[in-house]
């Protein structure tokens, strides 16, 4: 955990620490000499570690479940905890919540982490809470933490059970058994959302006949239908009739109860009529009927409207109308009650034209009966879509002096309604309507006009297509036309002769002039390209198809004659023909130049002594002149660069290169000269060319000792070894080692002895309290020839010190400032102060 310095007694921290894990450390340290014996002493030190925040809270649950019943008085739910790691002055937490608090249902008290309810609440409206709440420290808002408290509301039974509607049911006075279902629902749950369902009054007793029972006598010859008695019957619970007539009602009181503590109740009325028996079938007045209905009629707007008779009375002969399952897709629907057909989305012709649907008419009888009618909706076409041209844009050519009323090209459009709507006119409504003509049924575009390439070039129409439909629509179309050129011009040279010149010792790809041709054509056959015929073709001269300049394509060295005539032809593209073709001469002059002289090499290679004596000849260079003028070949020759401390000097008239001052390879071994040569010209021609002079070696430095320092330690054994030595030549081998070592001094009482190959040995025992330290003069020789060469040098041998003599008492004095902390002075393994000890003298 800590690290003392050996030498510097300096006490660090090596791991991190943590207060938290242990709070502080006992320390011993020791303090021991090198002598021989060593001696020690040791002290104690305490180290108290002092906090820092460098916790966090952390809550003892990532997720805390709470309940609490619904309806409620404010009141405590549940406790949140966080803890800090950290000391009592860190360690603090406050609480609070920051996500989930639906309403301001909840506080959380900042201190003591209690999570309490502010508002009753309704587990109907919220089942359950999902709050975030967080733990931070006072002072240091960064350091938080976060918990997901889940608090779930109990339910109590505070809801009545529901009737889904109120019932009214029509019974037929004919139907032996009815049933109808009623449903109630309980926004509770569990036992308090279970519901049970009970008729209030209950016809517990049968009808019972009155009188009871009930004699009469009749006479034997009573005519027939003779009414002879009546019979009247009861219901103690109803008191009333048992016989309920068409067109009456009878009322039924339902009660739904949940199962809660305490129960809670709500009840409804379910009211029957009754109705007579369903004689007759709904009746159309025809079996197949057709509406017809423009394509753009709104959406929303009646289409046409059915009807159906009923000769029942009251709910038998209510009719309703619905069309047919297949059918429910068509843009169509019939009114349930009224029978008129409406538009449900819009219409077009061009995607359907008809639509063929099937109508139930059903009555309200208690066993229904119905019709069906077969209805054809025909959709009429309105002009409601414009021609459609088959491109947005034309392009096309025409050749320029083409005949008038010619065909350029034909337009194409269509239009997808139908008949009248779907006939199609076209017409040309911005453009050079003087110059072209379109065709209004079939739209071919024709010429009014004989067109020039290069007066005009290009031709804009607009084009329009227009259906003839009283409300007419149309379409916009643009036609490019681009007029081609014809070639009706021969190219023409602006010059019948071009004359040009060029120096002799021009390079290859040098332009020497330019020839130009027109042609009044435009485009492609205005294009002028330039071609060499003839004897100028095999010349070294080139000419630029495109451009007509002419440039060498080879040396003119050779070429004897001064003035060179050449024939250029000027054409358009294509192949050559002998009418649509010009010619010009190219005089073209060679001016005579002065040439460089240049060497018989490119580069020159010596080797010269570093000993030779100043004057010596190196090498000899020489150029030759290609001119035929003999005064160019006589040359000035120059050393202008390379030639460092002016090494070399060149004779100017012979090219004879001399050692100008003394040479040192070691300090330059390599020189490279540029030499030039200079002829009489005017102006005056320069060649040149390198000379690299390389310096050989000779044996003209002493080897030098590199070590002059070694040590060694007293009270050694003879032979031990002292030093390995070397040396160093700055001649090049073979003038340098192998080396040769010996002692110049050496004696019979000499500690020492250096073999030839440089490995000094002791010759005794050495005691460093009679001589501390040597003073050898080390003789070193190189291998070199004619003669090797050496050199002397002192080496210092210092002698180590061994802790082989006992100590003698000494005083010593040690200095203590205090600067008010408090201080106390280290003490020995014997618990006295190191400061009042007696120290002892080693030597």
């Not at 926004?187 to 209950?202: H, L």
């Not at 006009?449 to 003839?468: P, R």
Request: hydrophobic residues 35%; proline residues 6%.
């Amino acid at each position: 955990m800590f690290h003392v310095d050996q030498l510097g007694g300096v006490l660090t921290v090596e791991n991190p620490l943590d207060y938290e894990s242990k709070k502080e450390f006992s320390l011993l340290i020791e303090a021991r000499d090198s002598g021989s014996p060593p001696f020690s002493s040791f002290v104690k030190i305490q180290i108290n570690i002092t906090d820092v925040n460098d916790n966090f809270p952390q809550f003892t649950q990532a997720e805390y479940r709470c309940e609490v019943y619904e309806n409620s008085p404010p009141s405590g739910v549940c406790d949140v905890l966080a803890i800090d790691a950290d000391s009592p002055n860190y360690s603090a937490v406050w609480y609070n919540i920051t996500e989930g608090n639906i309403d301001e249902s909840f506080t959380l008290d900042p201190e003591n982490g209690l999570v309490s309810t502010i508002v009753s609440l309704d587990r109907e409206s919220i089942p359950f809470f999902n709050l975030t709440v967080e733990a931070a420290e006072p002072d240091n808002p960064l350091h938080t933490d976060q918990a997901t408290v889940i608090i779930f509301v109990l339910d109590r039974n505070d809801n009545a059970p529901r009737f889904s509607e109120v019932y009214l049911a029509e019974v037929s006075e004919n139907a032996p058994i009815f049933i109808l279902q009623v449903f109630a629902t309980d926004r509770d749950i569990g036992k308090n959302s279970d519901v049970t369902v009970r008729i209030e009054q209950f016809n517990h007793h049968p009808p019972m006949f009155l009188p009871s029972p009930a004699f009469v006598v009749i006479p034997y010859d009573l005519v027939l239908g003779t009414e002879v008695f009546r019979l009247t019957a009861t219901d103690i619970d109803t008191n009333s009739s048992d016989h309920i007539d068409e067109n009456e009602s009878l009322t039924l009181l339902v009660v739904a109860k949940d199962l809660g503590y305490p129960s809670l109740t709500s009840q409804t009325e379910i009211t029957f009529e009754v109705i007579g028996k369903n004689q007759f079938s709904p009746r159309f007045s025809e079996t197949d009927v057709m509406f017809s209905v423009p394509e753009d009629l709104p959406f929303g707007s009646v289409a046409g409207k059915i009807q159906a008779e009923d000769g029942d009375y009251g709910p038998n002969g209510a009719i309703t109308y619905c069309i047919s399952p297949q059918d429910k897709y068509f843009p169509i629907s019939v009114g349930e009650f009224s029978g008129l057909l409406t538009l449900t989305r819009e219409l077009d012709y061009e995607k359907e034209s008809s639509y063929n649907l099937q109508i139930k008419a059903k009555d309200g009888g208690w066993i229904s009966k119905s019709a069906w009618l077969n209805v054809t909706v025909i959709v009429i076409d309105v002009n409601d879509n414009p021609p459609v041209f088959s491109m947005s844009e034309y392009i096309a050519t025409l050749r320029e002096n083409s005949k008038v009323r010619t065909n350029v090209l034909d337009v194409k459009a269509t239009d997808i309604d139908s008949g009248i709507n779907a006939q199609i006119s076209f017409s040309i409504i911005a453009g050079s309507l003087d110059k072209f003509a379109i065709d209004p049924i079939n739209g071919s575009i024709i010429t009014l006009d004989v067109f020039d390439y290069e007066h005009e070039k290009t031709f804009d129409l607009t084009i329009k297509a227009s259906n003839t439909a009283r409300h007419t629509l149309y379409s916009l179309a643009f036609v490019i036309i681009h007029i081609l050129d014809v070639n009706e011009f021969t190219p023409t040279f602006i010059k019948e002769r071009f004359n040009f010149s060029v120096f002799k010792n021009a390079p290859v790809g040098t332009s020497i002039g330019k020839v130009t041709a027109t042609d009044n054509d435009s485009g492609p056959e205005g294009e002028v390209v330039y071609l060499l015929f003839g004897h100028g073709k095999n010349l070294v001269f080139d000419i630029s198809s495109r451009s007509g300049e002419i440039h060498t394509s080879g040396s003119l060295r050779d070429r004897g004659n001064s003035n060179i005539i050449l024939k250029v032809l000027a054409k358009n593209s294509g192949i050559i023909n002998g009418t649509n073709v010009a010619e010009t001469l190219v005089n073209v002059t060679v001016i005579e130049t002065n040439d460089a002289p240049m060497f018989t090499s490119t580069s020159y290679e010596v080797n010269v002594k570093e000993d030779s004596p100043i004057g010596t000849s190196v090498l000899t260079v020489s150029a030759l002149d290609r001119d035929s003028v003999l005064e160019r070949n006589r040359f000035i020759f120059r050393i202008v660069d390379g030639n460092t401390n002016s090494s070399f000097s060149i004779d100017p008239l012979r090219g004879i290169v001399l050692v100008n001052s003394p040479l040192d390879r070691e300090r330059w071994s390599v020189y490279n000269l540029t030499v030039t040569a200079t002829d009489n010209g005017s102006p005056p021609a320069t060649g040149t060319t390198n000379v690299i002079v390389s310096i050989d070696d000779i044996n003209d430095n002493a080897p030098k000792l590199l070590t002059t320092k070694v040590q060694v330690k007293e009270n050694q054994p003879e032979e031990t070894i002292v030093a390995r030595l070397n040396a160093l030549d700055f001649d090049l081998p073979p003038n340098q080692g192998p080396f040769t070592f010996w002692l110049s001094n050496l004696s019979a009482e000499s500690a020492f002895f250096l073999t030839p190959d440089g490995v000094l040995l002791t010759t005794r025992v050495i005691d460093r309290e009679n001589v501390s330290e040597y003073r050898l003069l080390v003789v070193v020789k190189d291998a070199g020839l004619p003669l090797p060469l050496s050199s002397t040098t002192t080496l210092h041998v210092r002698v180590e010190d061994e802790n082989d003599n006992p100590p003698s008492p000494r005083n010593i004095f040690i200095e203590v400032k205090y600067f008010g902390t408090p201080f106390r002075l280290p003490q020995d393994a014997n618990g006295r102060t190191i400061g009042s000890r007696k120290f002892l003298n080693d030597t």
